[in-house]
């Protein structure tokens, strides 16, 4: 019993050696740069995370069309190395002696691509599919339309215009009224301002009435005055 455990053990061993090998026909490399996309935080590779990654792949061929008896046994995984890199080869649940055609493995690959990625913390650039070409990231939407926050920015800068105008418009109309109030306070000081001039005193001249100038009016009686 236990020499037919071992011999199937053997034809197995053999069978995955002969379907999962470098450029084998339907056969996949994968390059992982887990040191740097994580830095400090990356994790080890050791079987654990390769059962994931076998796990993931079935999930991504189980959601494919037509492939919904895949298990984790049927993906297979060899020339593992220490940097990070192994070729893996999907085969058919139903012989299990056959492997599932590029395609089929390529299409559900690209389909689940984000879910992969997230099940190791890694991106198109770090987790390499290298016959598998990147997808790309779909387009993000902002949540609030384009054209909307042309227009808030747009009446923004129109109503901070129409307030500049505004401040504008009451300081000038603050200045008009107050020139006026300058110019008679001005007034009412020379109206009530006395000067002397060769020690006679003299009120200066009204500007609005005018005055007489007492010196001249002296000098006009002088004039009367006989010899």
Not at 82 to 99: A, H, M
Request: one cysteine or more; a negative charge.
């Amino acid at each position: 019993m236990l020499g037919k455990l071992l011999l199937a053990s053997v034809w197995v061993t053999v069978a995955c050696t002969e379907l999962c090998r470098p450029d084998a026909e339907n056969a996949f490399k994968v390059r992982l740069s887990i040191k740097t996309a994580l830095g400090d935080n990356a994790y080890s590779w050791d079987a654990t995370e390769e059962y994931l990654f076998k796990a993931v792949v079935a999930f991504a061929m189980r959601r494919s069309f037509s492939q919904e008896a895949t298990q984790v046994s049927n993906v297979l995984l060899c020339n593992v190395t220490e940097r990070v890199s192994f070729w893996f080869v999907v085969t058919d649940s139903s012989t299990n002696k056959t492997t599932v055609p590029k395609s089929v493995v390529e299409a559900a690959i690209r389909l689940n691509r984000n879910r992969i990625n997230s099940a190791f913390l890694l991106d198109d650039s770090t987790l390499q599919f290298l016959q598998i070409s990147a997808t790309l990231a779909p387009r993000v939407e902002p949540p609030v339309p384009t054209w909307l926050i042309v227009f808030g920015v747009s009446f923004c800068l129109v109503a901070v215009g129409i307030v500049l105008l505004i401040i504008s418009g009451i300081h000038k109309n603050r200045r008009r009224n107050k020139e006026p109030e300058e110019t008679e306070d001005l007034e009412e000081k020379c109206e009530t301002t006395i000067t002397v001039e060769n020690g006679i005193p003299c009120d200066t001249l009204d500007l609005k009435a005018g005055q007489i100038n007492g010196v001249y009016a002296a000098g006009d009686d002088e004039r009367l005055t006989p010899f």
